[in-house]
């Protein structure tokens, strides 16, 4: 365990290293932010003092290079904006956009794992197409939309939900439901199709011929095989949640790194913009790792 | 006809499976009995309709397969008639079975104790720890070393061969009346086969188990078993006890499977082997089953269907060069027109 | 000169809003039944003493010299003061922290400043402030307001509540000056003793509400100051709370829901759902904001010929954008001084000039009559409908033979093609004049602003010498006289054709009062219970 | 019975005849180490130290349990891996050597059978365009030159030519074997490895096969070594047969000297774990059934790799690993304890 | 003859054809095979009927639509459609905010929506394909390498991965492709390459190399037509979601840029008046939903019918 939890974080340095190579190279082919930070009449002098201040003038590789090496003591810069830490501007929004996260996360599982399974045991009949039909219709609307109608229904017409925010338990409700929908329709298919193989298996056969009942076959001898794709493949989908997420916060205006991003991008603040990414893809990382070990405690079959 | 000492009748069963292609028909007039203690096998090449049977018996045929017609007696219960929620209290229980596959038929994701204790526990009124007992007293009885901690691990950490071992301890748990085992050693090594092949032998001895064992290995049936069902495109063509039947095979097909097994003993002949493949059940040819692959197809087999007829000592053929009035026939059909049909 | 001139401009932050109380019109639906919950909620927030006032961004930066952006000093006025504060009414400015002041010389003023000023943290206000505050801004030539300071020159503090400030020749704004975007009062010692980023962190300031939280993109929490010098009844509010809510049908949605008391930037659809909801109401104010095209004037382009840019103003209905696109959310106007603008030419305000048929035969003499293709760039969710603007200008150009591209651009990007100097022929813009003054609204169009020269090419040497004149002329009068003739010139020329001002548009709960204010500062103190 | 006898081959002719392809201390090591940094790389010894002659002409059986590294043999002959140590000498290069276009070239030469009829052909391919591919790879044969060639390797194998425009899954498992056949034989090989060529087919098909090799090898002189983990079939196709237990060669000799003979405890136990389809042999046939699992290739027992599951293992078999020896002529076996007689007497030496 | 059957050796082959592979004989042709499968199923005709109206109106845009994409009509603001109460008779789906009659702009956005869709995916594939293909076959320092790239890529959020290319370049039609296609390429290369790994080891392909087959040869003929099916599977999924991203970059602001117009665009433009006139952003959305319906229902056939496995079903 301790082996393997070392090795992943040594896998780590180079996903990291190329990721911020990236995101540093769109940075620089951005051309520079100086434009944007100084007013208008400010002189080429001045436009070249606050380049050279920034290290901006510096060839390429001496940039990522000091970037690099600051990004490792932790240090991405000041924000433009702000005129202030990136990085802690970042984490103060951290907590925000992990509770969206993990409620929606929660609210799919707690949808998609019974409605999967329920048209998996149902093969065609009209549960299953219903489901299936809902799970692909929950795939096919944008999320923002989702979130406008939400908001004007639950919302405003009968204020069941407060309308944007964070805070209570019920603030989170809507953008959670909202963000949580695309995935619980993936994972509604997933499972399903997951359970249907399952159910074809030997060993569900196996069970069947021990005499033990319907639920026992379903629940434990197959659900729980069935969970160790859909588990690898739901951490596979963090990203995109995060990725909806940036549309989902602005909708609600739900005060987490996604706002955060897209005004940073739209004012190129690059130095928030390289903090941020950062972090999304640490920890993306980081739950693609919880689930690796999920997927290890579910399946005995892989050893430390 | 009831037999005092008949475990399990199966007449005339049908199989079909209702796939988007057409219906499918598997399994399609089989009749055979099993005694109590017997060891029967049921032989036949790939996809004769061996393992739908036996699925048909456990009440195991997934959709789109059905039994549409036939009768399964077992004991007195008519097992073809009987729900899934009936079938329940049969399978692990009276009627056990185990699959070709030790390397999937068990649970990854369990421990072995986890799934062997399953039946106990479902079928006879114990508590916990006496299941425990019960379990690692079986897995003992089928030779595994070290049976209290093979209880506590996972299938992936235990060999084929142990892993069949397991498969046959957790079928033989509740004592069984009837055992199938379908093809339980073609995944295995021979030698570890040899040893599960011993070892069924002897539990069947000690528990006095019928065995149905299902397997297109002759060699393996020469091994074992009393009496012998020779199946071909999903139909009984021959039945006969097993030593009659490796003397003096009656169907053609059972001759071919015979001489197209290698023997280890003589050298050098070359092999015989029976022309074209098994017919799928979706086209299956008119008349007799066999005729595209018989050497001794005749103009009467091409249209007209054999039954399973009773020669002596209880055999069975479906046949008609066994049939005296239609041989009368042909050959007074080759006396007039030459030589007979090959 | 070119000093004050870009104040507020382009760069500034959310859209549209301007006040004049005069032009705001209110729709009021008392007579309908209550909506209960969302009354429920808004009602318990009064009790409470709370306003929630929710806008389209969050402000940016607790640094008063180092932000450039109207929504964020819209928050700050509530935490710090000015020496002067503009008139909610005539938007004229007033002394504020000053008790007295007087100009010595054309360029030499001294002020008083009051006795009885506190900060938050209880530090006494005091002229090492005032000099401290604007010494920062003149040294420090990072700061975004840095260049519109330098002007004020040496600050001399004489005693305890006295300042000399020796102005860069003769300033005839210069109160308009100190009551704008970066002249609020820092606290001297605070700074010091704990560092700017503290003060940033946790900012400290004289103003009627004293800083308690700011959650980045989500919320301001401001709560009454006790000591305030104008005394403990000057608000009624306990707490403010100024939330950022990007999404207009969110928005609309707190508003109706009861969980905000004034709402910013309601588009025109969203007025009638505000209207016949029972217990808001939308206002609809003129702010000094004016939506205008800059037309490349260089040597060789099409628009240097002065037919062609009369024919673009000519094709362009511009009622027809105010009322039928904007709703009426705007005025036609030949020029960008507003009324209430030092120096604006009412005269020009509220005409507008629309003749198809003149527009055709003028691009037919300029050689065009087969139609011409030029390029617009506009940007995209800045103002109040400006694509939609955008695009109904291509469709009007189009009837008189203009083919326009229509290029809408990200701001950053935008903005960029903007200071760079890479406008196409055309480029939309919504500029504003946070000085009230037309020495900041005019300065683009000299012959030596940096605005004009390699981005319009407008050279007009009457033009110049109006300006100029105007610019040190300290005989009111005469002076706004002066800006009057320059802006007839621009609106014959046009360096930029004005399409109209825009109005500013709030969602209102019936629980307040509010009169928007035309120079977009959102006075809590301002919004009084009804 | 039928009388067609097949004509016993003259014994091996190893005093006589160069061999064909000569393996010598053939080692073939998987890296099974998870990750990237471990205390101890681990090995799975998937062929650890064969000796073997083929000489032209002749079948060499290999036989052996699953997973005792015969296919990583077979593999290794043909350079479908790369031999961790040892020599593959094919008439007198060594093949380990090779490389590139003269491997290429080389290939022409040995052509290799796969187990498996459903996955050894391209699902997408016609059988016409399967069987033309080796020929088009070394442009043997051009146009016309090419389609009468392929059209003839059908004939040769038994596919009648109207098959030629077919798709692999539209044939049984025996015809999609022959196909596979017909493409090994394109390019007239001296040398052909037949990797279970049977064991994925049903026991009437498998004799269809096993008797077009047999009547191939005659036509065309092949030499074959014959990959197999079920006795019979090897039997009736090998002149000499090795036996493979855990990555080594136990014991190597003619067919003959095999069946009457064994003198290694692991060829004598597989040898009567083999089921006689003969009901009344079935009391009175003496076996030995080997006892336990068969141990792991990453983790091999030490001294005799068989000592684990041999009756007659004692502490020598523990610790000294026996030397593979001719222990009779032309009979090679690597045990401390070889069998006498076949019948269980120990020799002890 | 007697009645007792002499064993005779049975002939040798020719190896007559069996009934089956006759019958499959007739019927070998891939298309009549597919057509059969796809009436068959369901939801796999209405998705192929769903896609085939739509490219048939994305193609026929111009000869369809009843007015012009970005023909105004200040008159006529905010009409209703036609059957709805205040509706113009002449804009069956009503009018936008500038009087535009929505029916037309939704055909002129099917072409965008399915280009951007279609050549994004085009971009994505060929580069993840070529990616897959090669560090799938080769292995080694360049497997290693594109799949450490590719574990880069996955870690951040491609519509943030967009994002920042689109405020890097100048936005548009190709810049929106060439960006959704660069981020999204990841998706196909592991895929592709995972598909590859498994068809490498198939015999087919140990066979070739056997016979001395070249590397590219192999990959050309082996390998890239069996994991082609994969391929298309993938990129039917990924127009679909690709037409709901382009909308999300529109709510953004950066996707689609006017005149231009994509059904993104309309109902991320159309989101304000949700609450007041409903059919702005109604009828876009529904276009999208419909269409993204019929593409995952194809796709899903496809699956079905390209899987192999699932052929016998
Ligand atoms: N679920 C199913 N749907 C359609 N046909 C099926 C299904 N299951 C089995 N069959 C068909 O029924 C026939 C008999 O199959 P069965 O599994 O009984 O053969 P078998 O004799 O056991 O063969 P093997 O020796 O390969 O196990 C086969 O032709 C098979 O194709
Ligand atoms: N590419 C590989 N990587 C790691 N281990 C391998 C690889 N190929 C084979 N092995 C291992 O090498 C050993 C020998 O394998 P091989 O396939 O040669 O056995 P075999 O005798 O052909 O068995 P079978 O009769 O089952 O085909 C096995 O333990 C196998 O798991
Ligand atoms: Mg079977
Ligand atoms: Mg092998």
Redesign the pocket.
């Known amino acids: 365990m301790k082996r393997f939890l070392i090795q992943r974080l040594l896998q780590l340095i180079p996903v990291l290293i190329i990721m911020t190579f990236i995101v540093f190279s769109l940075v620089y082919v951005a051309g520079d932010p100086v434009a944007l930070m100084l007013p208008e009449e400010a002189s080429p002098e001045d436009v070249a003092r606050v380049q050279e201040s920034l290290g901006l003038n510096e060839p390429f590789y001496v940039q990522y290079g000091i970037f690099l090496t600051n990004a490792v003591q932790g240090d991405f810069g000041q924000s433009y904006r702000y005129n202030q830490d990136a990085m802690s501007i970042v984490l103060e929004r951290v907590p925000a956009t992990m509770e969206l996260a993990i409620a929606s996360m929660i609210f799919a599982t707690i949808i998609a794992i019974p409605m999967g399974i329920w048209s998996a045991t149902r093969r065609n009949t009209f549960i299953d197409l219903f489901i299936t039909g809902s799970s692909v219709l929950g795939k096919a609307m944008p999320n923002f939309w989702l979130g406008i109608m939400f908001i004007l229904i639950l919302a405003v017409n009968t204020q069941i939900f407060p309308v944007s925010g964070r805070g209570t338990f019920m603030h989170v409700v809507l953008p959670a439901i909202t963000l949580g929908t695309a995935v619980a329709a993936e994972m509604t298919r997933l499972t399903r199709s997951n359970m249907i193989e399952i159910l074809q298996q030997d060993y569900v056969r196996t069970a069947k011929a021990k005499g033990v009942s319907n639920g026992i076959v379903t629940y434990k001898h197959s659900f729980r095989n069935a969970l160790i794709p859909v588990v690898t493949i739901m951490a596979l989908q963090t990203s995109t949640l995060v990725g909806g997420a940036i549309v989902t916060e602005q909708v609600f205006a739900w005060p987490g790194i996604g706002q955060l991003l897209v005004q940073a991008v739209n004012a190129r603040d690059m130095a928030i913009v390289q903090a941020a990414v950062f972090l999304i893809a640490l920890l993306v990382i980081f739950i693609n790792f919880i689930a690796d070990v999920l997927y290890r405690l579910l399946d005995p079959r892989i050893k430390y | 006809m009831k037999d005092e000492n008949q475990l399990l009748n199966v007449s005339n069963l049908q199989t079909h499976f209702f796939t988007e292609n057409g219906t499918v028909p598997s399994v399609d007039g089989v009749s055979f009995q099993v005694n109590k203690g017997e060891l029967v096998a049921i032989v036949g090449e790939s996809g004769s309709g061996k393992s739908v049977t036996s699925l048909s018996i456990m009440g195991l045929v997934e959709d789109p397969g059905k039994i549409v017609g036939g009768d399964i007696m077992f004991e007195d219960k008519n097992l073809a008639t009987y729900t899934n929620k009936q079938m329940r209290k049969i399978r692990g229980n009276d009627i056990a079975m185990i699959f070709q596959e030790p390397l999937t038929s068990l649970n990854p994701v369990f421990t072995i104790g986890n799934q062997l204790r399953e039946a106990i526990l479902q079928h006879q009124n114990v508590d916990k720890a006496t299941a425990k007992k019960m379990s690692i007293d079986m897995l003992t009885q089928v030779g595994i070393p070290r049976a209290d901690k093979v209880y506590n691990s996972f299938p992936h950490s235990l060999s084929g061969g142990m892993r069949q071992r397991v498969m046959i301890a957790m079928s033989l748990s509740c004592n069984p009346k009837l055992l199938i085992a379908d093809e339980p050693t073609t995944a295995l090594d021979v030698t570890i086969q040899a040893q599960i092949l011993e070892l069924m032998k002897d539990l069947v001895k000690k528990m006095d188990t019928a065995i149905i064992l299902i397997t297109h290995d002759l060699g393996v049936v020469a091994e074992l078993v009393d009496r012998v069902i020779v199946m071909y495109a999903g139909q009984v063509v021959e039945q006969s006890d097993v030593f009659t039947l490796f003397k003096d095979p009656k169907h053609p097909y059972t001759k071919g499977l015979l001489d197209s097994t290698p023997k280890i003993q003589d050298l050098n002949e070359e092999l015989i082997s029976i022309k074209g493949t098994v017919p799928t059940p979706a086209n299956m040819p008119e008349g007799c089953r066999f005729h595209p692959r018989c050497p001794h197809a005749m103009d009467h087999c091409i249209s007209h269907e054999p039954q399973l007829e009773t020669m002596e000592n209880g055999r069975e053929v479906r046949c008609w060069l066994f049939d005296e009035e239609v041989m009368e026939h042909e050959r007074q059909k080759s006396g007039n027109e030459g030589t007979p049909q090959k | 000169g070119g000093e004050d001139n870009n104040d507020n401009e382009a760069n500034t932050g959310n859209a549209d809003e301007g006040n004049d109380n005069n032009a705001a019109e209110e729709t009021d639906n008392n007579n309908a039944e209550n909506d209960d919950e969302g009354q429920a909620e808004a009602e318990e927030l009064i009790e409470d003493s709370t306003l929630v006032i929710a806008m389209g961004t969050d402000m940016v930066s607790w640094d008063i010299h180092d932000h450039g952006n109207t929504s964020t000093e819209a928050v700050h006025v509530n935490v710090f003061d000015y020496m002067f504060k503009r008139n909610k009414d005539t938007m004229e400015v007033e002394p504020h922290l000053v008790s007295d002041y007087e100009s010595i010389e054309d360029d030499v003023w001294e002020f008083t400043i009051r006795d009885d000023v506190y900060f938050h943290n209880g530090d006494q206000l005091t002229a090492e402030d005032v000099k401290f505050t604007f010494d920062r801004v003149m040294e420090d030539d990072t700061l975004s307001e840095h260049a519109r300071f330098t002007q004020l020159g040496d600050i001399e503090v004489l005693d305890e509540f006295t300042v000399r400030m020796t102005t860069d020749g003769p300033q005839p704004s210069l109160l308009n000056r100190l009551g704008q975007t970066g002249a609020s009062i820092l606290p001297k010692d605070y700074i010091e003793e704990n560092g700017m980023d503290h003060f940033l962190d946790e900012p400290v300031g004289s103003g009627p509400y004293s800083f308690v939280n700011w959650a980045r993109d989500d919320r301001v929490e401001l709560e009454k100051f006790d000591d305030y010098f104008l005394g403990e009844d000057f608000t009624e509010w306990e707490e403010v709370v100024f939330r950022a809510i990007p999404e207009t049908s969110t928005r609309v949605g707190e508003l109706l829901t009861g969980n905000a008391h004034v709402v910013t930037d309601i588009p025109p659809n969203e007025w009638d759902r505000v209207d016949e909801n029972d217990g808001t109401r939308h206002i609809n104010a003129e702010s000094n904001r004016t939506m205008l095209i800059i037309v490349r004037q260089t040597e060789g382009v099409a628009t240097s010929d002065p037919r062609v840019v009369e024919a673009i103003d000519l094709a362009i209905d511009n009622e027809a954008i105010t009322e039928q696109v904007m709703q009426g959310s705007g005025t036609p106007t030949r020029t960008r001084m507003t009324p209430g603008n030092v120096g604006a030419n009412e005269d020009l305000f509220d005409t507008f000039v629309y003749d198809q048929e003149r527009a055709r035969e003028l691009l037919a003499e300029a050689g065009y009559e087969d139609g011409l293709e030029i390029t617009m760039q506009a940007p995209q969710g800045r103002y109040l409908m400006d694509s939609d603007i955008a695009e109904v200008i291509t469709g009007m150009l189009s009837e008189v033979g203009i083919d326009l591209n229509l290029e809408f651009l990200e701001w950053s990007q935008f903005i960029e093609h903007y200071q760079g100097n890479t406008n196409e022929e055309l480029m939309l813009l919504g500029l504003a004049s946070s000085l009230f003054d037309s020495a900041q609204g005019l300065d683009h169009y000299t012959s030596e602003s940096p605005l004009n020269e390699g981005r319009m090419d407008w050279v007009n040497e009457e033009f110049d010498e109006l300006f100029f004149a105007a610019d040190v002329n300290m005989d009111p009068e005469e002076r706004s006289q002066q800006y009057q003739d320059a802006q007839e010139i621009l609106a014959e020329e046009r360096p930029h054709i004005y399409l109209h001002s825009i109005n500013m548009n709030f969602g209102v709960s019936d629980l307040v009062d509010y009169e928007p204010r035309i120079d977009e500062m959102y006075y809590a103190d301002e919004i009084t219970r009804r | 019975m039928s009388d067609k006898k097949v004509e016993t081959k003259e014994p091996h002719k190893s005093n006589t005849q160069e061999p064909l392809l000569e393996i010598r201390g053939l080692k073939k090591h998987?890296d099974?180490t998870e990750g990237w940094f471990k205390k101890k790389r681990e090995y799975?010894r998937?062929v650890d130290g064969i000796d073997l002659k083929v000489y032209p002409g002749e079948t060499l059986g290999i036989v052996?349990e699953?997973?005792?590294?015969?296919?990583?043999t077979g593999n290794l002959i043909v350079r479908l891996l790369e031999a961790t140590e040892g020599e593959i000498i094919f008439e007198g290069e060594n093949l380990t050597e090779l490389d590139g276009e003269k491997l290429r070239q080389k290939r022409k030469d040995i052509q290799m059978i796969f187990q498996d009829p459903f996955s050894s052909l391209n699902p997408r391919m016609r059988v016409f365009e399967l069987i033309a591919e080796p020929l088009r790879t070394h442009q043997t044969h051009k146009g016309k030159a090419l389609s009468e060639r392929v059209y003839e390797l059908m004939d040769v194998v038994g596919l009648s030519a109207e098959f030629a425009q077919r798709f692999p899954h539209e044939f049984s498992g025996g015809q999609r074997q022959r196909i596979g056949i017909a493409r090994a034989l394109a390019l007239n090989p001296k040398l052909l490895v037949c990797d279970?060529p049977v064991s994925a087919l049903d026991v009437s098909i498998q004799s269809q096969i096993l008797n077009l090799l047999k009547r191939l090898q005659e036509q065309f002189n092949l030499t074959l070594v014959f990959i197999a983990?079920g006795l019979p079939a090897v039997k009736h196709i090998s002149d000499r047969i090795a036996v493979m237990y855990l990555g080594k060669v136990v014991e190597l000799t003619t067919r003959e000297k095999l069946f009457a003979n064994p003198m290694h405890p692991y060829t004598e136990g597989l040898l009567t774990a083999v089921p006689v389809p003969d009901p009344e042999v079935r009391d009175t046939r003496e076996r030995v059934v080997l006892k336990g699992d068969i141990p792991s290739?990453v983790n091999p027992p030490s001294g005799c790799s068989f000592h684990t599951r041999c009756p007659f293992a004692d502490e020598k078999c523990k610790q000294d690993t026996p030397a593979f020896e001719e222990l009779k002529p032309d009979h090679f076996v690597a045990c401390h304890y070889p069998l006498e007689g076949g019948k269980g007497t120990i020799q002890r030496s | 003859m007697s009645q007792q059957v002499t064993p005779e050796p049975i002939p040798e082959p020719p190896v007559e054809p069996t009934p089956e592979s006759k019958r499959r004989l007739k019927k070998s042709s891939p298309i009549t095979r597919w057509a059969k499968l796809l009436l068959k199923s369901k939801t796999g005709t209405v998705g192929l009927f769903i896609v085939l109206v739509v490219f048939i109106v994305g193609i026929f845009a111009d000869q369809l639509a009843p007015f012009g994409v970005n023909e105004q009509n200040y008159a006529n603001m905010l009409a209703p459609p036609s059957w709805a109460e205040g509706g113009t008779s002449e804009h069956f789906l009503g009018t936008d905010n500038l009087g535009r009659d929505i029916l037309s702009r939704i055909i002129y956005g099917t072409t965008i929506s399915l280009l951007v869709g279609i050549f994004s995916v085009v971009v994505a594939g060929v580069l993840g394909m070529a990616a897959g293909l090669f560090s799938g076959y080769y292995g080694g320092w360049l497997d290693t390498i594109t799949m450490r790239l590719v574990d880069a890529f996955l870690s951040i959020p491609n519509i943030l991965f967009i994002l920042v290319i689109l405020s890097v370049l100048n936005p548009g039609i190709l810049t929106l492709i060439f960006a959704i296609g660069v981020t999204n390429w990841v998706i196909y290369a592991r895929l592709i390459r995972g598909e590859v790994l498994s068809v490498k080891e198939r015999e087919y392909v140990k066979a070739a190399k056997s016979i001395g087959t070249k590397n590219m040869t192999i990959i050309r003929r082996h390998i890239l037509p069996n994991v082609f099916s994969t391929f298309i599977v993938i990129s039917t999924l990924s127009v679909a979601t690709t037409i709901i991203l382009e909308a999300s970059l529109s709510f953004l602001g950066m996707g689609v840029q006017p005149p231009d117009v994509s059904w993104g665009y309309m109902l991320a433009d159309g989101r304000d008046y949700l609450a007041t006139n409903w059919w702005l952003a109604t009828f876009p959305g529904l276009a999208i939903t419909i269409t993204v319906l019929g593409i995952i229902f194809l796709g899903d056939w496809l699956r079905d019918v390209l899987d192999p496995r699932s052929q016998g079903r």
């Not at chain 4, 699953?66 to 990583?72: D, E, N, V």
Request: glycine letters at 20%; hydrophobic letters at 25%.
């Open positions: 998987f099974v799975l998937a052996g699953s997973g005792c590294g015969k296919s990583t279970e983990h290739p």
